[in-house]
């Protein structure tokens, strides 16, 4: 079965730090990988996607690493700011199926 | 470019009545096009996904059924809602073959 998981589910640090979210997945076959965020009562913001190809992709202070070999992706949030508290997701799309397979999230707190 | 809109916002309705989420997509064609819902405190699930107008496949056995009458518009519907339907419903869309979901802000549906 086709799982992803997000450990912790819940984050807090004080602003400056570095964030480091991770995502584990069942099956290394995966399609592409796809990171979100979601504010409190909001729909999904899409932040980066990895291709299975790749091994990171980065834009601004995020970047987000890919090992399909031993089935993890992390989201670096670098110099983090209160405004990036957030529910972080990932979500895989493995090649046989025709959907998305979200984690679980993990919420964030910037704590000023 | 691509936009996707989502409505009502929010929907309180009591047990019994029915249902209508609407979904449409702008600026692309032929898309796949998905309903996910956010249970309180836990992961996405998807509900419902449609490759073309009139081919829906769905994810769980439950009490919604969604319809795709048009190439960008979705419907998600019940003809009579449970209390255990309370949830934010997501709508999201994807270019066919392609790698990127993109998600509506969503609907908060609380049945009383």
């Known amino acids: 079965k086709q799982e992803v998981t997000q450990i912790p589910a819940a984050l807090s640090v004080p602003e400056g730090e570095n964030l480091v979210l991770n995502c584990s997945f069942t099956?290394?076959?995966?399609?592409?990988l796809q990171w979100f965020r979601q504010d409190p009562g909001k729909g999904l913001t899409s932040l980066l996607l990895?291709?299975?190809?790749?091994r990171e992709q980065t834009s601004g202070r995020l970047n987000a690493s890919l090992d399909k070999s031993s089935g993890r992706s992390t989201l670096y949030i670098a110099a983090s700011q209160p405004g990036d508290s957030a529910t972080y997701l990932c979500?895989?799309?493995?090649?046989?199926?025709?959907?998305?397979?979200f984690g679980g999230g993990t919420r964030v707190l910037v704590k000023p | 470019s691509q936009t996707i809109h989502q409505w009502p916002a929010t929907l309180v309705q009591p047990v019994g009545s029915p249902l209508s989420l609407e979904c449409t997509v702008e600026?692309?064609?032929?898309?796949?096009l998905y309903w996910y819902r956010q249970a309180a405190g836990r992961g996405l699930q998807l509900l419902f996904y449609?490759?073309?107008?009139?081919?829906i496949s769905s994810e769980v056995p439950q009490n919604l059924s969604a319809s795709r009458p048009q190439d960008r518009q979705f419907i998600l519907s019940s003809k009579k809602l449970l209390l255990s339907d309370s949830g934010f419903y997501l709508c999201?869309?994807?270019?066919?073959?392609?790698?990127?979901?993109?998600f509506g802000q969503g609907t908060r549906l609380t049945v009383v």
């Open positions: 999201a869309w994807m270019v066919q073959g392609g790698t990127e979901a993109f």
């Open positions: 099956d290394s076959a995966i399609y592409n």
């Open positions: 990895i291709q299975s190809s790749q």
């Open positions: 979500a895989s799309w493995w090649a046989a199926g025709n959907k998305l397979t």
């Open positions: 600026g692309t064609s032929n898309p796949n």
């Open positions: 449609s490759v073309g107008i009139g081919q």
